[in-house]
């Protein structure tokens, strides 16, 4: 089965810096993708992005990209020139390429920003 | 932007009583899913739901959970003899196809509480 860590259980980032959350993944599979989720408080999680296993090339959108290094089963998500909104609860989600349409998902990161 | 409603917010119920969660997915959605996560636990993956049946679901998921989509708009999610340990966030979420190209949509939750 599939296990997704994430090892900081919080973090905090002045606003406008740069911040890097972790997310290891453990799979046996090689096709496989990868998600980033924000959960603002009392709120819905939104997608933030997502990365297909067979890409190499790391995903980004707009303030949001990541470093996916497969070899090290590694989905790290950095959040550019961050902003008061971004705070929230993160979670990294793996979904497998072949077996179903489940998420599992990590334990979660609350990002604070600081102003 | 078209969201998955989920009612009602927080339902408390007495141990032993059945409860029914509801959910509207989005309305050209084809794949629905259940969510729970317990207090300081991790997001986890109940049941998901294809063209009018179970396609996969989990351990978790027993014969004291049912799920049905009763009118072709609503789906819920039945807890039959609710249990001191059903008490969670349930999460009820949506995707146009098989959740990979296009994400899944996630609901508000639904907060239960059996007493």
């Known amino acids: 089965a599939q296990t997704v860590t994430q090892s900081q259980p919080e973090m905090s980032v002045q606003e406008a810096e740069t911040v890097t959350l972790s997310c290891t993944y453990d799979?046996?599979?090689?096709?496989?993708?990868l998600f980033w989720y924000k959960q603002p408080p009392s709120r819905q999680m939104i997608l933030v992005i997502r990365?297909?296993?067979?890409?190499?090339q790391n995903a980004t959108e707009n303030r949001f990209s990541v470093n996916f290094q497969k070899a090290a089963k590694s989905f790290s998500l950095k959040i550019s020139d961050s902003q008061l909104g971004d705070a929230a609860m993160y979670f990294c989600a793996y979904r497998s390429g072949d077996a179903g349409n489940m998420l599992t998902f990590g334990g979660g990161t609350r990002l604070m920003v600081k102003p | 932007e078209p969201e998955v409603t989920q009612t009602p917010s927080h339902q408390v119920t007495q141990m032993g009583q059945e409860v029914i969660l509801r959910c509207v997915p989005i309305?050209?959605?084809?794949?629905f899913y259940w969510y729970r996560q317990i207090l300081g636990q991790k997001v986890e993956f109940l049941v998901s739901f294809y063209n009018n049946e179970i396609s996969e679901k989990s351990e978790i998921f027993d014969d004291q959970f049912s799920v049905e989509r009763p009118d072709g708009s609503n789906f819920t999610l039945k807890i039959r003899s609710t249990k001191l340990e059903d008490s969670a966030m349930y999460f009820c979420?949506?995707?146009?196809?098989?959740?990979?190209?296009?994400?899944?949509?996630f609901g508000s939750g639904t907060r239960l509480t059996v007493v």
């Open positions: 979420a949506s995707s146009f196809r098989a959740g990979v190209l296009d994400g899944y949509t």
């Open positions: 309305s050209n959605h084809l794949y």
């Open positions: 799979t046996s599979e090689s096709d496989y993708y």
């Open positions: 990365q297909e296993a067979y890409k190499q």
